[in-house]
């Protein structure tokens, strides 16, 4: 296979044709939806807030999420200026292939199958405990965790074959109603004036505020909860005019995320007051319920049915999260079976143009990752939730640098692009403030994993290995296929 093959681009047209997605299926909202229920919105408020309060920089912490926008924004830039010269679900991979070069594209595959299979281990994990939790509440039936999890990869199988808009429609459905109970309870919190304290603009978003504490660990916190919104790229091949769709649905993401968690959060601080949120956090914490944090002021808000209701969604956004990821990682390993870097097989679609032998795949990667921690007797929370969502950020956040880099170097050689802000100022800044996202994700990993340093670093190890191990097998294949001709 000539070495450029894995990164050769793909239009639109490209994907119309035999052994291509099914184009024109998603429009702006459609992949929003996707990308909205990888962040797993209720999920990453509830989870990641009240940490991020506790040991964090407290108050502060919704300005911690508007300056991770800002670096997602910059990334985005470049992000964006590529895909219009790229479609192809391989996004990532692609991308750095085009700029990089093949072996270090093909690194950077194994490292976003890696990086999307072990978050969505993580979910399941965290998903199968919370269901187990409410079916014994509900009905005194203890099921166990895996069992749940189990039966939910056969649902979720079955949604990846049935075509990706009913996977848009089953998602939007969960988006929304996660979305709106956050929404009504920010928005009737800041139209009556906020908490004891009053709104507290300045005790969230003052410089003082900001930097209080150890903002970078909350900077880190943030940046986790707003993974995901690269699938655009992903679902290229299946939009509608992706040369349009795939930017505007970019910045849409941006947009609508960094605005929620940032308002979210300040509408949570304000509710306990700046001066007690820190505190309460902590206590909260200390119970073993965090998300009482969260859920306490959205009961005191809007009654005490949403008591009921907030266990219930926090499973659904965990589930549609679940779906999304499951959809991003199987269009990888179909685009990676096309390319010829992973059996040809998989590229195998059904009568919906969905990649089911992908999907199975994925599927069972799936079952293969989760299954030892159930053997093993391990808490799916403390272990494997923890555990594979810290790995999938660290290498999510390592994609973004390459890409970044190979986004620079491939508009510097190719001079496709010559817009100095969107090739090389944004990819530039957003790269610089990428390494430090990296670096304080490095530096605090033990208390990212809530584990200890040894397995905190065993954890960290995996991603460069992964990423040298496809280093390697390019190589290793582009010498055979020279030795070949």
């Known amino acids: 296979m000539d070495s ?8 639109a047209q490209d994907s119309s044709q035999a052994g291509g997605l099914k184009p024109d299926s998603l429009g702006v ?7 909205l229920s990888a962040q797993a919105p209720l999920t990453g408020i509830a989870g990641a807030v009240p940490v991020a309060v506790s040991i964090g ?10 300056a991770a926008g800002a670096v997602v924004l910059l990334f985005s830039v470049g992000f964006v200026a590529m895909g219009r010269h790229v479609v192809d679900a391989g996004a990532f991979y692609t991308y750095i292939g085009k700029g990089l070069g093949r072996p270090a594209g093909t690194g950077s595959a194994g490292v976003a199958l890696f990086a999307y299979c072990t978050v969505q281990a993580a979910m399941y ?105 690269e699938a655009t790229a992903i679902y290229g091949e299946e939009a509608r005019e992706p040369r349009r769709t795939v930017p505007r649905a ?28 820190t505190a309460d956090a902590g206590r909260a914490l200390k119970g073993g319920d965090g998300a009482a944090f969260v859920f306490g002021p959205v009961v005191d808000r809007l009654g005490a049915w949403t008591g009921d209701v907030l266990p219930v969604l926090l499973a659904t956004s965990l589930f549609a999260g679940i779906l999304a990821f499951h959809n991003s990682a199987n269009r990888y390993l179909f685009s990676l079976g096309r390319d010829g870097l992973l059996p040809r097989r998989l590229t195998a679609l059904n009568g919906r143009r969905s990649p089911w032998a ?25 272990t494997l939730f923890s555990w594979f969502s810290g790995v999938a950020v660290l290498g999510m956040m390592l994609l973004y640098l390459l890409t970044s880099v190979s986004v620079i170097v491939f508009f510097r050689r190719s001079r496709a ?9 944004a990819p530039v800044l957003g790269a610089l403030g990428i390494a430090g996202a990296i670096w304080l994700i490095v530096e605090n990993f033990t208390t990212l994993i809530g584990g200890d340093p040894a397995t905190a670093l065993l954890l960290q190890l995996t991603v460069p290995a992964v990423l040298l191990l496809g280093v390697g097998a390019a190589r290793l294949t582009r010498g055979r296929a020279a030795g070949e001709s």
């Open 4 to 11: 450029q093959t894995a990164v050769a681009p793909r239009t």
């Open 29 to 35: 909202l459609g992949i929003l939806f996707f990308v």
């Open 57 to 66: 920089n407290g108050p502060g912490v919704p300005a911690a999420y508007l």
């Open 125 to 229: 994990g965290l998903y199968g405990a919370t269901v187990s939790g409410l079916v014994a509440q509900h009905t005194g039936v203890h099921i166990a965790w895996w069992v749940w999890a189990l039966a939910t990869m056969v649902v979720v199988q079955i949604l990846g074959a049935a075509g990706i808009e009913m996977g848009a429609r089953v998602l939007a459905v969960f988006v929304l109603a996660e979305f709106g109970i956050l929404i009504a309870f920010a928005l009737a919190t800041f139209f009556a004036g906020g908490g004891p304290e009053g709104l507290g603009f300045g005790g969230s978003f003052s410089p003082g505020a900001a930097l209080q504490g150890a903002p970078g660990v909350a900077l880190m916190f943030a940046v986790a909860s707003m993974l995901g919104f």
């Open 250 to 277: 970019t910045y849409l993401a941006v947009a609508v995320v960094t605005g929620f968690f940032a308002f979210t959060s300040w509408m949570l601080v304000s509710a306990h007051g700046a001066s007690h949120a």
């Open 358 to 382: 992908a999907g199975v795949a994925q599927t069972v990667l799936a079952i293969l990752l989760v299954m030892p921690f159930a053997v093993l007797g391990k808490d799916p929370v403390l």
């Open 417 to 425: 692009d010559t817009r100095l802000w969107n090739t090389l100022i």
